[in-house]
């Protein structure tokens, strides 16, 4: 069965609008995971737009699923996560300009940054995931530096409409074909919602689905964990 990872870093945002102590992402996470998640993701970010130093220390000791970080290539970020020592550490590119992560990170340079942080997170014992377009080619290269898993950037699909979005679809599955036969877990996610996530959770080997904004946003009108258990209920179904 596909596992769900929600995202509670839209409750950190509507946090830091009023700079004040809540919502607290801390909160939404407990009842996330009573809703049925399988992991808490955040993201935190080098200008600390939403999720906080403090989210993260108390969310380490306090999740009791498993902990998704997701963070750029920078040291100081990469240094935290060492020390909050999460289950999965997800590389993704970042733009202080850009309201949330435009695209996958291109692994072609090979940066010496991605290397280090890669390196030192294994050695850490985190499993290491790198968030990437749906191409064959970063797939490989994912494979040579030696990531655990990736997660294969949905939001071309989620845009598309009609034709496009099914050959948006057929693009995820034939990268996540090549996923596989790397022996990597394949993650996907950006931009899911409750109306187009069914046939990515179809998707064959489909081992996590990352969801923030759709759960988010309908946990503004029926509450954290019912908006949880909605969610988790058409991966079971699409599984």
Same mark, same amino acid.
């Given at each position: 069965m596909v596992e769900l990872g929600v995202n509670i870093d839209h409750v950190a945002t509507v946090r830091q609008a009023r700079r004040t102590v809540e919502p607290d992402p801390v909160a939404a996470a407990v009842l996330a995971e009573l809703g049925g998640a399988d992991s808490i993701t955040v993201h935190l970010r080098e200008d600390r737009r939403h999720i906080q130093d #403090? =989210?993260? #220390?108390?969310?380490? $000791?306090? *999740? #009791?699923t498993k902990m998704n970080f997701e963070l750029s290539c920078a040291q100081e970020i990469v240094q935290i996560a060492l020390s909050v020592r999460p289950y999965q550490a997800t590389l993704v590119p970042e733009k202080r300009q850009e309201? %949330? %992560? $435009? !695209?996958?990170?291109?692994?072609?340079? +090979?940066?010496?940054?991605?290397?280090?942080? *890669?390196? @030192?997170? +294994? =050695? @850490? /014992? *985190?499993?290491? @995931?790198?968030f990437i377009d749906p191409d064959q080619e970063q797939v490989r290269i994912a494979k040579e530096l030696g990531a655990h898993a990736? $997660?294969?950037?949905? /939001?071309?699909?989620? $845009?598309? #409409? !009609?034709v496009e979005q099914d050959h948006q679809l057929k693009r995820l599955e034939h990268a996540s074909r090549c996923v596989i036969d790397m022996g990597l877990k394949l993650h996907a996610g950006h931009g899911l919602t409750y109306q187009n996530v069914r046939p990515i959770a179809a998707i064959a080997s489909m081992r996590e689905l990352n969801i923030g904004h759709s759960i988010i946003s309908r946990a503004v009108l029926v509450g954290i964990k019912q908006a949880v258990e909605e969610m988790k209920k058409l991966l079971v179904v699409a599984g």
């Open positions: #403090r =989210d993260v #220390r108390v969310l380490a $000791e306090t *999740i #009791r309201v %949330t %992560t $435009e !695209g996958g990170l291109d692994l072609r340079p +090979k940066s010496p940054e991605l290397l280090q942080a *890669i390196a @030192s997170l +294994k =050695d @850490s /014992g *985190i499993l290491v @995931s790198l990736v $997660e294969l950037h949905t /939001g071309q699909y989620a $845009e598309a #409409r !009609g």
